[in-house]
């Protein structure tokens, strides 16, 4: 299995920082884990609050515990709550399914970490993550839907 490097982790989080102070975003936190959600890199702007760490955090692991962006998670949970409550508690309450957490794939469309970006709307947060993967030369879920069933991009 392929895991992503720290270049590349340093690459991501670099490139979601500098997007962010161009888009004039509040202060971000940004976490890039590998498989297995152990983490390979992270920043937290100066005047982020507190809890930013465990919402990136919260947000890539969604991504890779459920195959899918964790904004497609927030939708899940919305969609069938009682399924997703047993899912947060399995996973010892480390899901956190808002939108921001993206799974990052290598060249040949394989899952390679996550990133999760938190600090502004969860939107923006979402947009910068695609930014940051674009920005070191890997690809996000939507870049690789000819890989058929294995890659969600809706629910």
């Known amino acids: 299995m392929t895991m992503i490097t720290l270049e590349q982790s340093k690459r991501i989080i670099e ?3 500098s997007r962010g102070r161009e888009l004039g975003c509040r202060p971000l ?3 890039v884990v590998e498989p297995g959600a152990k983490v390979k890199a992270f920043q937290k702007e100066d005047g982020s609050a507190m809890m930013r760490f465990e919402m ?3 947000k890539a692991y969604a991504a890779l515990a459920l195959g899918r962006s964790s904004a497609l998670v927030r939708v899940r949970a919305e969609e069938r709550p009682l399924f997703m409550q047993y899912v947060i508690r399995a996973s010892g309450d480390q899901i956190f399914p808002e939108g921001g957490g993206m799974l990052i794939r290598d060249k040949e469309g394989e899952v390679i970490g996550a990133v999760g970006v938190t600090g502004d ?6 947009e910068l ?3 940051g993967i674009h ?3 890997l690809k996000t879920d939507a870049d690789c839907t000819n890989l058929g069933p294995q890659v969600r991009i809706e629910n």
């Open 135 to 137: 920005a070191a030369g």
């Open 29 to 31: 936190s940004v976490v």
């Open 121 to 126: 709307t969860q939107e923006r947060d979402e």
């Open 129 to 131: 993550a695609v930014h």
């Open 56 to 58: 990136a955090y919260g």
């Open 15 to 17: 490139a979601i920082l």
